[in-house]
T-cell receptor
Framework: NAGVMQNPRHLVRRRGQEARLRCSPM?????VYWYRQLPEEGLKFMVY????????ESGMPKERFSAEFPKEGPSILRIQQVVRGDSAAYFC??????????????FGPGTRLTVL | SQQGEEDPQALSIQEGENATMNCSYK?????LQWYRQNSGRGLVHLIL?????REKHSGRLRVTLDTSKKSSSLLITASRAADTASYFC????????FGGGTRLMVKP
């Protein structure tokens, strides 16, 4: 059973460009979470999605950031008009159920975004 | 301030020694989870301890939870060089709320 897959693993963008980060959850998992990690810091929650629904986006900046998890295909985290402060590692996790606090989240290897 | 604060921020020990990392949190929890992150890699789930549990073991790992003090500890016994990594505790709700982590270095 393949784990959580993310691509690309490394992404370089110039300021003002768009970044698209993809996440394929573990087989059978319908709950996806995105986190951001700045250097030397812990992970910060961004958004929680189920298939075709955003459940909680309280950690996501209101502008330039969006996320989706379509019925078919991977979850996408999209950052428009990137700025240097967006440089970070972005991790996706998935879980079998969304029952708060009782389910293990399995993490992907992350996408390291560098904005020049 | 940040929830799930780990202490110490950095720890350096010799192979074979035990490593203890502590985590404090501020709100009521359903459970607490510990993760390991090797440099430049994703997180690996280590252990989940529920709010009604006081201690849990998994191999060389021992986790305790004190809900009255809102704290948890992770003990790694007989450490190995391969244990070198950052360790995070996370309060579990719909999302995980992570602390800043403890960077553990185990010297061979």
């Amino acid at each position: 059973n393949a784990g959580v897959m993310q691509n690309p693993r490394h992404l370089v963008r110039r300021r003002g460009q768009e970044a698209r980060l993809r996440c394929s959850p573990m087989k059978g998992h319908s709950h996806v979470y995105w986190y951001r990690q700045l250097p030397e810091e812990g992970l910060k929650f961004m958004v929680y999605l189920q298939k075709e629904n955003i459940i909680d986006e309280s950690g996501m900046p209101k502008e330039r950031f969006s996320a989706e998890f379509p019925k078919e295909g991977p979850s996408i985290l999209r950052i428009q008009q990137v700025v240097r402060g967006d440089s970070a590692a972005y991790f996706c996790a998935s879980s079998l159920t969304g029952r708060g606090g009782t389910d293990t989240q399995y993490f992907g290897p992350g996408t390291r975004l560098t904005v020049l | 301030s940040q929830q799930g604060e780990e202490d110490p921020q950095a720890l350096s020990i010799q192979e074979g020694e035990n490593a203890t990392m502590n985590c404090s949190y501020k709100t009521s929890i359903n459970n607490l989870q510990w993760y390991r992150q090797n440099s430049g890699r994703g997180l690996v789930h280590l252990i989940l301890i529920r709010s009604n549990e006081r201690e849990k073991h998994s191999g060389r790992l021992r986790v305790t939870l004190d809900t009255s003090k809102k704290s948890s500890s992770l003990l790694i016994t007989a450490s190995r060089a391969a244990d070198t990594a950052s360790y995070f505790c996370a309060e579990a709700g719909n999302m995980l709320t992570f602390g800043g982590g403890t960077r553990l270095m185990v010297k061979p």
